[in-house]
């Protein structure tokens, strides 16, 4: 397979990373097509063994597992498609910018200090009580 030379070339993170949000979501893709196969199996077992019969834990069975094996890949499904950053990345991200507003809130408050005093040398004040 020959590589297109019009891509840039990635660097191992980027690279890393990508193989990261690939592995995710065949992964998901494997949980979706056993849970389809799974669950389409029980449906039929229930269909030919259990539709007539009165007692209905079969069915009751298939359901439970159904709502709950549905709710753990609607889950895998956030991770591997909507959710790609980790949550590390994301911490780091908040923290960098909660560092960059303080700093922009301690440059403010020194930008108003120089405005409110008038420029004063600390030498000066003290020349000036030493007289």
Do not use: C
């Not at 269909?47 to 597992?65: C, G, N, R, S």
């Not at 909660?98 to 440059?107: D, H, I, N, T």
Request: proline share 2%; hydrophobic share 40%; charged share 25%.
């Amino acid at each position: 397979m020959e590589e297109n030379k019009n891509t840039p070339a990635l660097t191992s993170e980027e690279e890393a990373k990508l193989n990261r949000i690939a592995s995710r979501r065949s992964s998901f893709k494997m949980h979706l097509t056993i849970f389809l196969l799974a669950n389409a199996f029980l449906w039929v077992v229930w269909y030919f063994l259990f539709k007539d019969k009165e007692d209905q834990t079969f069915l009751t069975a298939i359901l439970f597992v159904l709502i709950v094996w549905l709710l753990g890949l609607i889950i895998h499904y956030l991770i591997a498609y909507k959710w790609t950053k980790n949550l590390k990345e994301r911490e780091l991200s908040s923290l960098k910018q909660q560092l960059q507003q303080q700093l922009a809130e301690v440059q403010s408050l020194k930008d108003e200090l120089k405005e409110k005093k008038p420029e004063q040398n600390p030498e000066n004040e003290n020349k000036e009580n030493v007289q």
